[in-house]
């Protein structure tokens, strides 16, 4: 007689957890969590008029460079997340693969990027909100409106996951139809500069005084955030059917998606824009809506602003779900502050209590909006330290391999490729961490002052010097080691 394979609940539990989220969620669900938070809108956005002005038409090379080397970390996810289906991926696979203080170190450098991530989302949402309304908005109601945009989402999540789920699948459903039209009418029917245009920096390195290589590099710094977020296909890992299955399609199908539409309308808005030497002049500072709205009519300007709120929506609910699920992992081990609070779960089985934790820190970080350097300051930050986690457990899984103290005992196993790939995304990742925080003039508006210059470097040594001070006097990694003792381990690949 054929063994049934465990169940979702007994994977959970062998693993050392009960179930206590909902597991509702189907493949398109799970994908929809990962396709929110890396958004093809959101990531253009981010990264477009930098890009641009930095390196003109060119700039677009950048993002299939960093497609490929986030596809390289996707292929250690994957094989971690078939082996380890857990909410709060980087802390709960780096605990089975390194040392507890390394592991806790990686969580948190993780949850607090996630959480900052959502500040700056918020923050980069609320000027459209008056660009709906035609109002020009002051320093202090961009901070209001952001914190407002904050709590509504925050209310949505605390309804658990089916919910979050509908208005997720809603507003990718819509941002995904409109990227792709977007994309593909401004590359057939708009063009107004040939192909050339993608080999040329216009004049870029006379501008901003950097050219060539190191222009270049520039833009890959920058181009990486485009293609984050697809660990959200992890956070939902407990609330997902078949986890062990399901999550790593979702990861691939999400990051494979999002980055085909981000290079379509790279290209799209490039070859359409009227004047692409404004951009790296300086005298657009949107060149996404200036080569939609130049193309289709000002009638486009509001459904165009309409899309672009509804991306954004849909972005910030999945990360603040992502970062819940990922304090709520920390918590229920007991090696967070105020864990008994925020491990919590509500009655429609949301994490209620690391919710409220993510929503009050992000908005904690609110009020640097009302100083336009510190803010820049913060989303520099962002980025640099969701790198991190990144280069620190894919660095943890090579040595593990290496050392032959970890195989892939899921159900994606690259086998003998899995070894070359890890050590490729330890390069891309760790060349990324390196890149994006080298303190460059080039990345910081005009007259930046010097803080926002060395932001990378002061807010990953702030929130990594707090962590090792939590370390050291409250010893979380002495529970993780206590827990790790009493749980009985499953022989390598029962669980497959």
């Known amino acids: 007689m054929t063994e049934l394979p465990p169940s979702d609940s007994e994977r959970l539990a062998a693993l050392g957890y009960r179930q206590e989220l909902r597991r509702s969620l189907g493949i398109l669900g ?59 991926g980087a802390y709960q696979w ?13 969580g948190w450098l993780w949850q607090f990027a996630v959480m900052f991530a959502n500040t700056t989302v918020a923050y980069l949402a609320s000027p459209w909100v008056f660009a709906l309304l035609d109002v020009t908005p002051t320093a202090t109601q961009l901070v209001l409106v952001s914190a407002a945009f904050t709590l509504l989402c925050a209310l949505v999540n605390a ?22 039209l977007v994309g593909v009418s401004l590359l057939l029917f708009c063009r107004k500069h040939g192909f050339g245009l993608l080999t040329d920096t216009l ?30 296909c992890v956070s939902t890992a407990e609330e997902t059917r078949d986890a062990g299955r399901q ?46 709205t130049s193309s289709f009519g000002d009638w486009s300007a509001k459904p165009f602003v309409v899309v672009v709120l509804v991306s954004f929506t849909a972005c910030l609910m ?13 918590a229920r ?63 943890a899984a090579l040595v593990a391999r290496v050392r032959g103290s970890w195989r892939p005992a899921g159900q994606v196993d690259y086998g003998r490729w899995g070894t070359a790939l890890n050590a490729l995304a330890v390069l891309w990742t760790g060349g990324e961490v390196i890149n994006i925080c080298w303190p460059r003039t080039l990345l910081a508006p005009p007259g930046a002052p010097w803080y926002q210059v060395w932001a990378a470097l002061l807010g990953v040594g702030t929130v990594t010097l707090i962590g090792v001070g939590y370390l050291l006097v409250k010893r979380p990694q002495d529970r993780m080691a206590a827990a790790d003792r009493a749980t009985t381990e499953q022989p390598e690949g029962a669980l497959t």
């Not at 919910?163 to 139809?177: C, K, N, P, Q, Y």
């Not at 919710?355 to 510190?374: E, H, M, Q, R």
Request: with cysteine.
């Open 30 to 88: 799970n994908i929809a969590m990962g396709f929110a938070v890396v958004s093809p809108v959101v990531g253009l956005y981010a990264v477009a008029q930098v890009g641009m002005s930095i390196d003109g038409g060119a700039w677009v090379w950048a993002l299939p460079i960093c497609l490929l080397g986030q596809a390289l970390v996707v292929c250690v996810y994957a094989e971690l997340a078939s082996q380890w289906p857990l909410a709060g």
């Open 247 to 292: 999550v790593p399609r979702a990861m691939w199908y999400a990051l494979l998606s999002v980055g085909a539409a981000v290079i379509l309308n790279a290209v799209g808005v490039a070859l359409a824009h009227p004047d692409p030497a404004a951009v790296v002049a300086g005298r657009d500072l949107d060149p996404v809506t200036t080569a939609v």
């Open 203 to 232: 004049g870029a390195g006379k501008v901003t005084g950097t050219g060539g290589a190191l222009a270049f590099l520039a833009v890959v710094a920058v181009g990486g955030w485009a293609f984050i977020g697809f660990d959200a």
């Open 159 to 180: 309804y658990g996951i089916t919910i979050l789920r509908w208005f997720v699948s809603l507003g990718i459903g819509a941002e995904a139809v409109a990227s792709v």
């Open 333 to 395: 081990d007991g090696v967070f502050p105020c864990s008994a609070q925020v491990r919590k779960v509500n009655r429609h089985q949301a994490p209620i209590g690391g919710l409220v934790a993510a929503t009050l820190i992000s908005c904690a970080a609110l009020p640097l909006g009302l100083k336009s350097a510190a803010m820049g300051s913060l989303i520099t930050f962002g980025s640099a330290a969701t790198f991190l986690p990144f280069f620190l457990l894919t660095l």
């Open 318 to 330: 999945a990360s603040q779900g992502g970062a819940a699920r990922g304090l709520y992992s920390l």
């Open 94 to 106: 780096t605990r089975r693969l390194a040392n507890p203080s390394f592991a806790w170190l990686s």
